[in-house]
């Protein structure tokens, strides 16, 4: 995994829970009717971090085992999530999941693939996986196509730890395709959206691992900046930030 990858989040926990975008449900749909993945069978959600994706599964009636090695985050899915019969936590990784061998019917990981050790991944999705599981590799891709966008995201270049190096983004069809290798990935795209006022859109920001916390000095002027942002775009005291929600699915 990418240094520091299990525990870059834990300060944001919160910021996580209220702003990150969730996934269309559409997506459960796809699987159950694409690979027959249905609420009878097992689902591992690998970097599940508070639940986003897990809860996905788990309103249609799957059991999720939701492995998250960072506690804070981990923590935070039971509280939300500890009420679905179906819920089952568990502290690993992607490459250690501790997971019994042969026993996985479907493993997703949702905003989470691009931390992973590929190669040490593949290896032990192998070995959890029962031979017709599959993988859906998840990610909300956010659009830079009105001009919103596009500042919003210079704004995040400007003012990012490392958010050129960490971002998803980095992981393209070709990094995937290899990870299915010599199976064929199936890329299915779906349309979402999240639409905030400025508190909203202050905590979206706050969200990603890479952005200075308040405790920063660069804080203020970040804020600054967004806020400046927001009143030049904003419509009716909102701004509305466009996802294309990407499902990259297979077999290994």
């Known amino acids: 995994m990418v240094t520091n990858s299990t525990t870059r989040f834990s300060n944001r926990v919160e910021d996580y829970v209220k702003y990150r975008p969730g996934y269309p449900a559409e997506i ?6 694409t690979y027959g993945l249905t609420q009878d069978k097992l689902i591992v959600d690998i970097g599940a971090g508070t639940g986003i994706s897990t809860a ?3 309103k249609k009636g799957y059991r999720v085992i939701a492995v998250e090695p960072n506690l804070e985050m981990r923590e935070k899915a039971i509280e939300l999530l500890d009420s679905y019969n179906g819920f089952i936590p568990q502290d690993g990784t992607a490459e250690d999941t501790g997971i019994e061998s042969n ?3 479907a493993i997703i990981a949702g905003q989470a693939f691009h931390w992973f050790d590929a190669v040490k991944t593949r290896a ?3 070995r959890i996986l029962k031979p017709d599981g599959i993988v859906a590799l998840i990610w909300n891709e956010r659009k830079t196509t009105s001009v919103f966008e596009q500042e919003y995201d210079e704004l ?4 990012g730890n490392d ?12 990094h995937i395709a290899a990870f299915f290798n010599p199976e064929p990935v199936h890329l299915k795209i779906f349309a979402n959206k999240q639409v905030f006022d400025f508190e909203g859109l ?3 920001l706050l969200s990603s691992s890479y952005m200075p916390t308040r405790d920063d000095d660069r804080y203020e002027p970040m804020i600054n900046d967004l806020q400046a942002l927001f009143d030049k775009f904003q419509q009716d005291g909102l701004i509305v930030i466009n996802y294309d ?3 990259y699915s297979g077999k290994l």
């Open 56 to 58: 996905l599964f788990l």
């Open 163 to 174: 958010y050129v190096k960490v971002d998803h983004r980095n992981i393209d069809t070709e």
């Open 156 to 159: 995040i270049i400007k003012h």
């Open 103 to 105: 026993s996985i019917s």
């Open 245 to 247: 929600t990407k499902v």
């Open 202 to 204: 202050k905590g979206r």
């Open 124 to 126: 032990e999705f192998k």
């Open 28 to 33: 459960v749909k796809f699987l159950h009717d």
